[in-house]
Nanobody, 125 residues
Framework: QVQLVESGGGLVQAGGSLRLSCAASGRTLSNYAMGWFRQAPGNEREFVAHITRSGGNLYYADSAKGRFTISRDNAKSTVYLQMNNLKPEDTAIYYC??????????????????WGRGTQVTVSS
């Protein structure tokens, strides 16, 4: 069991940047693969990015590729999502998620048993 708390969301103009943080507690973060998801009103939860336990492999949704960067600092028990060149369609609640066991289905919410409460990102046009 791990507890996750997201922060860093806010209001930004299109083309701007935000860095989201996900602070973990309860268990050693290095044991967990981590993902970022987002959900906009009226939409299903959407995969954004994933990072493996060691941080050696990164995976991104097509919508995030080239603009977003996921990283982790296990010593600080924190995962980050750097978001650049933000677009209005990026507006959503962003959630951090963690999974302990190995899975190839990193883009599927169902493989992540642990979730934060989310942080709101709003991008104005």
């Amino acid at each position: 069991q791990v507890q996750l708390v997201e922060s860093g969301g806010g209001l930004v103009q299109a083309g701007g940047s935000l860095r989201l943080s996900c602070a973990a507690s309860g268990r050693t973060l290095s044991n967990y693969a981590m993902g970022w998801f987002r959900q906009a009103p009226g939409n299903e939860r959407e995969f954004v990015a994933h990072i493996t336990r060691s941080g050696g492999n990164l995976y991104y949704a097509d919508s995030a590729k080239g603009r977003f960067t996921i990283s982790r600092d296990n010593a600080k028990s924190t995962v980050y999502l750097q978001m650049n060149n933000l677009k209005p369609e990026d507006t959503a609640i962003y959630y951090c998620a963690a999974r302990l066991y190995l899975s190839n289905s990193y883009s599927q919410p169902s493989v992540y048993p642990n979730w934060g409460r989310g942080t709101q990102v709003t991008v104005s046009s």
